[in-house]
């Protein structure tokens, strides 16, 4: 069977890919994968081990510009571009992204079978206009499909998390005493997670360094703060000297398990990646959506868990100082309602979604 993988853009995106194509390699599939030269993909999937055939694409855009109009004459350029790496193909796995416009669209042309994976409840816009020629679409959260037309075939997948992610749950006693050595955590506290994602979130990072004071009399406490490279600073120079309150601040975690191992809560933006590791790894979450994600797409996956019992939703425009220490503390003094939402975020999880996705691949290609 071959398989070309189409999508990137994003490290949130390729990430995924690479997982569900190793699943298809463990089935003796050929995958390749077609994506932009200037993503993320470039770089990770060849080290991965894939072919990678790279070709222009250009984001599809809401607002009336330039670039939105040049677009599609990208696309359509990429689409001549794609078709002689697909139309050998079994079938086409389109992951999101602008990336994965073209080789879906030349997989058409060419008759080739096609399968989306749609990570967010709301669809992006490549989705969107790409699902009504799929074969079927594998989605992420189940509002996705109040989405997308109900004569489509959709299958609530989930999405692929990083195998060391998987091995939170049962490694996390061991897992909890590297990070505790590597990050200069201890042990019988209360950990709080706090990440805007790989790049941070500034508005995060400002209100948790400006809600320091508020917590610093807890002794039971201690904050993991995942700044993002650019914002360390902000959260590292709020921090006092001689207070109860431990704090440790990291602009960038590569071993990422580390920090969910050890997390007994998070607070966090609500990126469909993210939401997926931290309840594969059973973390209960405060969460953040990113308020200018397009069609407001995380406060629509935030709150798909907060219906589940196992996130609360706090939005950016209401986040204050006081608010998020008022939260982190009433969580951090009720073990109840933490042990709850873990297990809801635990029964939520589709921890195989890596399997889901290359079986409905499979099961397409073999038509």
């Keep these: 069977m071959k398989v070309v993988i189409a999508g990137g853009g994003t490290a949130g995106h390729v990430s995924p890919s690479v997982a569900v194509a190793d699943r298809l390699r463990e089935a003796d599939a050929e995958v390749a994968f077609i994506g932009s030269p200037e993503g993320p993909e470039a770089t990770i999937v060849p080290a991965a081990g894939y072919p990678f055939h790279p070709v222009a694409a250009s984001p599809l855009r809401r607002e009336l ?73 594998a989605l992420s959260f189940e509002e996705t499909r109040r989405r997308l037309p109900a004569r489509l075939r959709l299958e609530v997948t989930g999405t692929p998390v990083r195998e060391q992610v998987l091995r939170v749950p049962e490694r996390r006693e061991a897992f909890s005493t590297d990070a505790r050595s590597t990050l200069a955590l201890r042990a019988g506290r209360i950990t709080v997670l706090v990440t805007g994602g790989s790049l941070g979130a500034r508005h995060l990072d400002e209100t948790i360094a400006s809600a320091i004071p508020l917590l610093a009399h807890r002794a039971d406490l201690q904050l993991l703060v995942l700044t993002g490279r650019a914002h360390q600073e902000i959260v ?73 019992g196992a996130a609360e939703v706090y939005l950016d425009a209401e986040l204050t100082p006081e608010g998020l220490a008022r939260r982190i503390l009433a969580l951090a003094d009720d073990a109840e309602r933490r042990r709850s939402m873990s297990e809801r975020a635990a029964a939520w999880a589709k921890p195989d979604a890596d399997r889901r996705v290359a079986a409905l691949v499979e099961e397409v290609a073999s038509r």
Excluded at 267 to 281: K, M, N, P, Q, W
């Design 65 to 137: 510009s330039l670039r939105s109009a040049a677009a599609p004459l990208v696309a359509l350029r990429s689409v001549w571009s794609s078709r002689p790496l697909v139309r050998d193909a079994d079938v086409v796995l389109g992951m999101g992204g602008y990336a994965s416009v073209p080789a879906v669209l030349a997989a058409r042309s060419a008759s080739v079978p096609i399968v989306l994976h749609e990570q967010n409840a709301i669809p992006g816009l490549a989705n969107a206009a790409l699902a009504r020629i799929a074969d079927a679409v």
């Design 236 to 308: 590292a120079d709020a921090v006092p000297e001689g207070v109860d309150l431990v704090i440790s601040t990291v602009p960038y975690l590569e071993r990422i398990e580390l920090a969910l191992a050890i997390a007994d809560l998070a607070v966090s933006r609500a990126g469909a990646a993210t939401i997926h590791e931290l309840t594969v790894c059973g973390v209960p979450a405060i969460l953040v959506p990113y308020p200018h994600a397009t069609a407001g797409h995380q406060e629509a996956n935030a709150r798909e868990l907060e219906r589940s």
